[in-house]
């Protein structure tokens, strides 16, 4: 992940003009896969002064991959009349200084939580007949592979990406096993079960971001599961976070 700051100097006369080419160009950001995040700030005490903020999926990403694909073109189109009013272009790695809000990852319990939740599910499978026929040659390690991939999906260390083969290979996983919208629901209905009885925080906030997840993750498997699908590999591990609700304060 990386940030990027533009920094401008835009006159006051201009600064509608300014903030109108952004709106524009924001929806060229949107179609672009690299590019995870637009805002754009005015300057209380000074409001010449405009901050740019992009989170792209990498710096590589943003310049080999978005400068050079076919979202660039219209994007800067937009908002080539403001490039003499650049102070400052430049890409900003994160520093890790903790959070004020925990992850969905720290929420749950971290790695032991976790990969008891799915123990307990895969345990539960092969007793389900719509999952069970779909499952029979399961991985051994399955419940482990699954609990490193949520765990790191909701903020956890990234064992997936570094020994498991990241993205491509949960994907290709999925191929070709043609998951039907049934067995789907099924799949999120005894996960759900599964976390009532292993005791996973069962506040709103955590498990409406935990429903919310699993709604988007599997609706992805299905899709990645039709026969002749051609998912595109080379996307970035998703990352989930609480969403428009924030963790409960009691
Ligand atoms: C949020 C939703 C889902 C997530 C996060 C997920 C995650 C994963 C991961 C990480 C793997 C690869 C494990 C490894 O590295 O070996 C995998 C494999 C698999 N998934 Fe999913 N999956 C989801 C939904 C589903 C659904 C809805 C189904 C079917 C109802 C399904 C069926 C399978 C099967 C059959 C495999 C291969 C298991 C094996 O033979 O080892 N997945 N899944």
């Known amino acids: 992940m990386t940030i990027e700051y533009i920094r401008y100097r835009v006159p006051a006369d201009r600064s509608a003009e300014f903030e109108d080419a952004y709106r524009r160009?924001?929806?060229?950001?949107?179609?672009?896969p690299e590019c995870r995040?637009?805002?754009?700030?005015?300057?209380?005490?000074?409001?010449?002064?405009?901050?740019?903020?992009?989170?792209?999926?990498?710096?590589?990403?943003h310049l080999d991959g978005f400068r050079k694909g076919p979202n660039f073109p219209p994007f800067f189109a937009q908002i080539r009349g403001f490039?003499?009013?650049?102070?400052?272009?430049?890409h900003y790695t994160p520093v890790e200084i903790g959070d004020a809000v925990p992850t969905l990852y720290e929420w749950a319990g971290?790695?032991?939580?976790?990969?008891?939740?799915?123990?307990?599910?895969?345990?539960r499978v092969p007793q389900d007949?719509?999952?069970?026929?779909?499952f029979a040659g399961m991985d051994p390690d399955h419940a482990k592979h699954v609990a490193a991939w949520v765990?790191?999906?909701?903020?956890?260390?990234?064992v997936y990406s570094e020994h498991r083969g990241g993205h491509p290979h949960m994907v290709a996983k999925h191929l070709g096993r043609g998951i039907t919208e049934q067995q789907r629901r099924r799949w999120v209905a005894l996960l759900q079960e599964t976390a009532d009885e292993v005791g996973l925080p069962d506040d709103p906030e955590f498990r409406s971001a935990f429903v919310g997840y699993l709604e988007w993750g599997t609706r992805m498997a299905v899709i990645f599961s039709r026969p002749g699908a051609k998912p595109n590999q080379d996307e970035p591990m998703p990352e989930w976070g609480w969403g428009n609700?924030?963790?409960?304060q009691g």
Not at 151 to 158: H, I, K, L
């Open 25 to 32: 160009a924001a929806a060229h950001l949107a179609a672009a």
């Open 37 to 61: 995040g637009i805002e754009l700030t005015r300057c209380e005490e000074e409001p010449e002064s405009y901050v740019v903020r992009l989170t792209w999926t990498s710096t590589h990403d």
């Open 83 to 90: 490039v003499d009013d650049i102070q400052e272009m430049r």
């Open 110 to 123: 971290g790695a032991d939580a976790i990969e008891k939740l799915f123990q307990v599910f895969y345990e």
């Open 129 to 134: 007949e719509l999952l069970a026929p779909l």
């Open 151 to 158: 765990g790191e999906v909701f903020g956890g260390p990234r």
């Open 245 to 248: 609700v924030l963790p409960w």
